[in-house]
């Protein structure tokens, strides 16, 4: 019978019992039946993921056709003029970033429930939650308290957030 034997624990050597190696130590492999189940279950876990992330990010885009794609110097000038520009586009890309929607296809009208929100049937866990984290840090940093902080839009966000 063809049985795998690790030789010096240096390499592994396929062979008949009867012709392994005089001088060297022989000890059979045994695998790891925990090991083995784990990484299948990775391995098809990783795959579910892409391609229910295969499905979900068009669907969501979907909301934005026909939209214009204004550059972000665009939307700052067209609505917020009075903005500090490298902290608008901080703010622009952190909310575009959490909701995977290209930055040029936000406006501030749209909200996070619906516009910005979970793709139905594909919702994923943690979807808006980089966005919570950065609402949370940015409220502490402010002295704000976070429970009292109502961001429904990208233009109540943007509002919160550069207000001097």
């Keep these: 019978m063809l049985t795998p034997y690790v030789l010096h624990r240096e390499a ?3 062979g008949w019992e009867s012709r392994a190696a005089p001088f060297a130590q022989v000890t059979p492999t045994h695998s790891n039946p925990g090991l083995v189940v784990l990484l299948t ?3 098809l876990g990783s795959v579910a993921v892409f391609f229910v992330m295969r499905q979900r990010l068009p669907r ?5 056709e ?3 794609r ?5 939307i700052h000038d067209q609505f ?3 903005c500090e520009m490298e902290t608008f586009t901080e703010l622009w890309k952190e909310i575009a970033s ?7 296809l936000l406006r501030p009208t749209d909200r996070f429930d619906k516009e910005l929100g979970p793709v139905e049937g594909f919702r994923v866990a943690g979807e808006m939650e980089d966005l ?7 409220c502490e940093e402010r002295q704000l308290d976070f429970h009292n902080v109502k961001a429904e839009t990208v233009d109540d966000y943007i509002k919160i957030f550069t207000r001097t």
């Design 66 to 68: 026909g939209r214009e």
């Design 12 to 14: 592994i050597c396929w």
């Design 80 to 82: 917020y003029p009075a």
């Design 60 to 64: 969501k885009l979907k909301r934005f």
């Design 41 to 43: 279950l990775w391995a």
């Design 98 to 104: 959490s909701a995977e929607v290209p930055p040029e």
């Design 132 to 138: 919570e984290e950065a609402l949370m840090r940015r």
């Design 70 to 74: 204004l550059s972000i110097k665009q």
